[in-house]
């Protein structure tokens, strides 16, 4: 298998403040957010629970995605949350490694 890509959209609580990101390595990248590692605005406003992510086969794609998403009116990024993600749970159990 290929190395994939995702986009994910983290956030600081339920409803809260989000973000909009793309990566090759989810976890690693998710542990930078949590470790203050990560962009400043995702640092300054606690930005940290991974509430919503989608693989993609191919980097161009991924990054169309994401900017896509950031386009999107705020309504719109809650509904797609909530798709799958009604509570707005930390997905970060889903994706870590052993």
Wanted: proline fraction near 3%.
């Amino acid at each position: 298998m290929g190395k994939r890509f995702y986009v994910y959209i983290l956030a600081s609580k339920p409803k809260g403040a989000i973000y909009v990101g793309v990566t090759s390595d989810l976890v690693r990248r998710i542990w930078q957010h949590k470790e203050g590692q990560a962009d400043s605005f995702t640092h300054r406003y606690w930005i940290k629970r991974l509430v919503y992510f989608e693989e993609h086969a191919t980097a161009e794609y991924a990054i169309e995605r994401e900017k896509r998403l950031k386009r999107w009116r705020r309504a719109w990024k809650e509904e797609l949350i909530e798709s799958v993600n009604p509570e707005w749970r930390n997905l970060h159990d889903r994706i870590a490694r052993p």
